[in-house]
């Protein structure tokens, strides 16, 4: 009778923990639903949350060889590259030129490495998120420190970093699982540009080539329900680099 006992408390027992674990899984956070102020509030809840960088990315030694010819080629061509772009349609891939330093097949394999990148975590941070008001901010140490320097104003729809307002640029919406965070996923961006009308005939110059560019990227991943929150900044003055970071972070 003892043994039955025994037998019965922890089939029972284990009844429990199952319906603890469904409860778990189930908990799935509500769908955006295109009110941004709404959807903000449920992809990034006040509190302190520990955080996956997603700033490494997967490559072989081969992807990096080839990559490494790539790069060098564009150097030693590069004029005839900033007006190669220009002939490309935009949302179109960039057709096979030899002056790419590669051969056809050398780079119609590249560019399958590079369909097929994917980020991953280079190690885990910490960062808390109050609410004041209408205003959102952020508090971290270590690699994100730059997201203390940041603030989404909820009522004006608007971002700003330190001194930059970013403006609402598009709602993001990414119907297919070929990208680096190997999910759908949907979400909105903001950005500050200066100048706002960048294009290849700017870059022709690079010594005295001026601008600034700061993005903020807020979305949820279809294949777990988790945020994606990624912060870029990019400054060039006369051709040298005073700012470039890019912050990709899940939780």
Same mark, same amino acid.
Request: aromatic letters at 10%; one cysteine or more; glycine letters at 6%.
């Given at each position: $009778? ?9 089939? @029972? &027992? !284990? ?5 603890? +674990? /469904? ?30 960088? $997603? ?9 990096? @060889? &080839? !990559? ?5 080629? +564009? /150097? ?10 220009k002939t490309v349609p935009e949302g179109k891939p960039m057709p096979y030129h030899s002056n790419l330093g590669l051969t056809k097949q050398e780079y119609e394999e590249l560019m399958g490495y590079m369909n097929n990148v994917e980020v991953l975590s280079t190690g885990k941070e910490v960062i808390t998120i109050e609410y004041k008001g209408d205003i959102i901010v952020f508090n971290s ?111």
């Open positions: $009778m003892k043994m039955m006992r025994q037998i019965l408390f922890l089939f @029972a &027992l !284990t009844i429990f923990l199952a319906s603890c +674990i /469904n409860s778990q899984t189930k908990n799935i956070k509500p769908q955006l639903t295109g009110d941004i102020k709404s959807d903000l509030s449920s992809l990034i809840p006040k509190g302190s949350h520990t955080v996956e960088i $997603m700033d490494g990315v997967s490559e072989n030694p081969r992807q990096k @060889a &080839l !990559t490494l010819k790539f790069r060098e080629a +564009i /150097n030693r061509n590069y004029e005839w590259f900033v007006e190669y772009m140490q270590g690699k994100l420190s730059a997201f203390d320097s940041l603030k989404i104003d909820t009522k004006t729809n608007s971002v700003f970093f330190g001194q930059y307002k970013m403006m609402f640029s598009d709602s993001v919406n990414v119907k297919d699982d070929k990208n680096g965070l190997r999910s759908q996923w949907k979400g909105y961006t903001w950005k500050f540009e200066m100048p706002g009308d960048l294009g290849p005939d700017d870059l022709k110059d690079l010594r005295n080539l001026k601008m600034k560019q700061y993005e903020l990227t807020v979305g949820r991943l279809e294949k777990n329900d988790k945020t994606y929150l990624s912060l870029k900044g990019r400054e060039i003055e006369n051709g040298a680099k005073l700012v470039d970071f890019e912050l990709p972070v899940i939780f």
